[in-house]
């Protein structure tokens, strides 16, 4: 078994359609556009399925998409209760060998007991009841565990953040946790980040807000480049320690560095803007653009380090406001998984 990096091929990307019982509730409009756009660049590469709370959010999101003129053939809904629609940390992480998988069903806290979250650690196994996937393990592990924590090369390497997983398991030492993570993403080795932080984010410095392992070898990861910026310290520090880190071959990594978004602010709350939180489908590269001068050039970036792939932006401000960005609001399925 290993966790499959996000370029491998995959079968669907899982979403939720926001909605009034959802903390979207005050800008809904808003935020149903943006789930629109994202899904209708889903959707010209491979199947998004939509988990909708009932028949009336159902109705909804039909409604919404048929505006993008989306093929309804690339478009799965399925009917369950969630709090809220952060599918990159209540979903399935699957992992494979071969045509065998294992669906590991970590313990959901809504970030270490922020929000209620009763619901959304019970996604995985409605998915499973609802026989989603092929025969699969499923893999309860009552252990707290957001997907948006952890990045894989699919080769065995990890990627995390120590404050994440630190501020999760306070108890634990280092070795400690990085044991549980070895053992259920059957991998070989854990990369830890010491450094970076991103204010506005409430996950506690999730590794897909800054630093994103790429194929070749290579590191994305958000920078910033103004002394001024109260971030400047942490990304620095923060990119100087992934330059210092090493490939399985012993290497150093090809990094690229993101430019930095101006501050975008919210009735003076200031909002996680990161290029890093962009998704990786069949084909194609989803990434958060808001309506900064530096959105053409971070796609430009991750584009160069995901060749081959065409580059789609993605409205992402009614996102942030919620303190997440696109690749958090979803989950790839490997490809062979879906019944």
Known sequence: MRLPAEWEPQAAILVAWPHAGTDWAERLEAVEATYAALIAGITRFQTAIVL?????????????????????????????????????????????????????????????????????????????????????????????????????????????????????????????????????????????????HLEGDDTDAHIDTLARLAPDDAIVFQACDDPADNHYAELKAMAEELAALRTLAGKPYTLHALPWPQPILDEGRRLAASYANYLIINGAVLVPAYGDAADDEAARIIGRAHPGREIVQVPCRSLIWQNGSLHCVTMQLPHGVLR
Not at 75 to 91: F, H, K, Q
Not at 124 to 138: N, Y
Not at 172 to 191: C, W, Y
């Open 52 to 196: 909708v709370g009932d028949e009336r959010v159902h109705a909804r999101a039909e409604e919404c998409l048929a505006r993008k003129s989306i093929d309804p053939q690339r478009v799965r809904y399925i009917e369950l209760a969630y709090d809220d629609t952060w599918l990159r940390d209540s979903g399935p992480i699957t992992l494979r060998d071969g045509t065998q998988f294992t669906l590991d069903d970590f313990r959901f806290t809504g970030w270490g007991g922020k929000f209620e979250a009763s619901l959304d650690d019970r996604i995985v196994g409605e998915l499973i009841a609802r026989k989603l996937f092929v025969t699969a393990r499923h893999r309860h592990v009552d252990w707290a565990l957001e997907g948006g924590a952890i990045e894989s090369d699919g080769q065995g390497t990890i990627l995390t953040t120590w404050k994440c997983l630190h501020l999760r398991h306070p108890q634990l030492s280092r070795a400690e946790i990085e044991a549980t993570l070895l053992d259920t993403l059957a991998a070989k080795r854990v990369l830890w980040l010491d450094h970076g």
